[in-house]
């Protein structure tokens, strides 16, 4: 008898229909709960907002459906020149934080300096708040003279990329660090040279071990897009600041911030199921 037509052949046991069905049941159950009780706690938070004394006021300020619609508008031209930035930042923060991450592993006394002015760069750009940064180089560097007139949106997008880039360097130096030191020895014995193994045996599996905490920094600075308004660049942010000037209301900014979240909800929700799903890879074989 073949192997297929065994498992043409093969049924669950009774037992194991029944064990389906208490799943299939247990399942239910636990998403009607969740249901439930989902319902009734934000049921109470509307109920507790909705009969605060200042609820009127705040109605009309931050909830205007007329102003909403009105700057939908111009607060998603201003999201364009977010997106442009991030689009930017994205590509210069992958190359050089890996050049950073790179820098740092560097093995042997002749390359110290190189280490040294890496990990000095590192550790001032992660300590030193974006918005100072922003300030910095966004009116410092143009008081210098040295360079060309440029818009505000081109030193934001130089602020992200120096901020963000020690941070991504000092992730990926750590996935390169957790890879076992066995994958360089057989590297090398096999004739690479250390470039050729950071570049083909080291940064691939570093990068693998590292994809989650990378693509929460990308939330990250999806959001801090958003602080290039400070230079005066109309993005959305400052879109929103001109109509709440124009109009004395504050539904812009909530127009703006459901926007930013539209933004990164995909990329939240896709950084979930990637962990989870390493984790699950991670823990397949294993006794809990």
């Known amino acids: ?5 065994v498992d043409a052949e093969w049924q669950p046991s009774e037992l194991e229909l029944s064990r389906r069905v208490l799943r299939r049941r247990a399942t239910t159950r636990s998403v009607l709960i969740a249901l439930v009780s989902s319902i009734v706690l934000v049921t109470v938070l509307l ?10 006021v705040v109605s009309q300020t931050f909830f205007d459906p007329q102003v909403a619609l009105e700057s939908i508008g111009p607060i998603f031209q201003g999201l364009l020149v977010n997106l442009l930035v991030l689009a930017i930042a994205v590509v210069c923060v992958a190359i050089f934080g890996t050049l950073l991450a790179t820098m740092r ?6 390359f110290f300096p190189l280490r040294a002015l890496a990990a000095a760069y590192t550790d001032f750009f992660r300590g030193i708040p974006l918005l100072i940064v922003l300030y910095l180089v966004g009116f410092g560097i143009p008081a210098l003279m040295i360079f060309p007139r440029m818009p505000a949106m081109f030193w934001g997008t130089i602020a992200l990329v120096l901020t963000y880039s ?13 890879v076992h030191p066995s994958q360089r020895i057989a590297a090398r014995s096999l004739g690479l040279t250390h470039g050729q193994t950071l570049r083909i045996v080291v940064i691939p599996q570093g990068v693998r071990k590292v994809v989650p905490a990378l693509m929460n920094d990308f939330v990250s600075m999806q959001k801090d897009v958003g602080l290039i308004s400070v230079l005066g660049a109309v993005d959305a942010v400052r879109a929103a600041q001109l109509l709440v000037a124009e109009t004395y209301n504050f539904t812009p ?24 799903r390493m984790n699950k890879r991670e823990q397949a074989g294993g006794v809990v």
């Open 1 to 5: 008898m073949t192997s297929t037509s």
């Open 47 to 56: 109920l507790v907002v909705v009969n605060t004394p200042g609820w009127a």
């Open 105 to 110: 592993s560097l093995r042997g006394p002749v």
């Open 166 to 178: 020690a941070y991504v360097a000092e992730v990926l130096r750590a996935g390169m660090e957790a």
């Open 253 to 276: 900014y909530l127009v703006a911030g459901l926007m930013f979240i539209v933004l990164s909800w995909p990329m939240i929700r896709l950084t979930d199921v990637v962990t989870a």
